[in-house]
């Protein structure tokens, strides 16, 4: 965990995702906290010093490399390539296990930055394209517009992602009786708020 001041006096820290959990009461469940999505660490560099923005080019790359840590141990991960390809528009890779079985999880599409309550910090988290052309969490939790922009989102959005390295993968019928992956949690959506311009 890398503590330090924050740009513009704001009193923020930056939260490592894979290893927080954030102890949330049930009244604070529905609670917001804003996000900011990008497709790559290039392009949240590339306006990381604008005036509305409250995040560094250190951050974005902090972030990147949180949310590629976060993949590697919560991505979901399936049992046929075809099931993986069906539930993940962008591809998917093969993974080798220990015993030698295979398994087959997506690619990153993006990842996305936010703001904590009580300013908590920042935390990070990586995003799936899904079939139905949205992108979601590894726990599922969907955001409804694309990659690029400002939103909130449910608090519990940035709760740590359940570890899958070594759970059993998703089989066909098991994503089918959860109604495909990103079906049931939806975060919420972007406003009109871009990167000013």
């Known amino acids: 965990m890398t503590h330090r001041p924050r740009k513009r006096a704001r009193h923020a820290r930056y939260v490592l995702m894979g290893t927080a959990a954030f102890g949330l009461a049930a009244c604070q469940q529905e609670e917001q906290v804003e996000a900011t999505v990008f497709p790559s660490a290039e392009e949240c560099r590339a306006v990381?010093?604008?005036?509305?923005?409250?995040?560094t080019a250190e951050d974005c790359d902090a972030g990147f490399a949180e949310a590629q840590a976060v993949h590697e141990e919560s991505a979901p991960r399936y049992e046929e390539e075809a099931v993986c390809e069906t539930e993940h528009e962008g591809g998917c890779v093969q993974e080798t296990r220990s015993d030698g079985s295979s398994i087959f999880l997506p690619l990153i599409a993006g990842y996305m930055i936010g703001n904590m309550l009580g300013g908590r910090g920042f935390a990070s988290k990586p995003l799936y394209r899904t079939s139905a052309g949205r992108y979601a969490t590894p726990g599922g939790s969907t955001i409804l517009s694309g990659l690029?922009?400002?939103?909130?989102?449910?608090?519990n959005s940035f709760s740590a992602s359940p570890n899958t390295r070594t759970a059993a993968p998703l089989s066909r019928s098991a994503v089918q009786s959860r109604g495909g992956f990103g079906a049931a949690r939806t975060s919420g959506g972007f406003g009109s708020r871009g990167f000013g311009g």
């Open 148 to 155: 690029r922009g400002k939103t909130n989102l449910r608090a």
């Open 48 to 55: 990381a010093d604008l005036p509305e923005n409250d995040f």
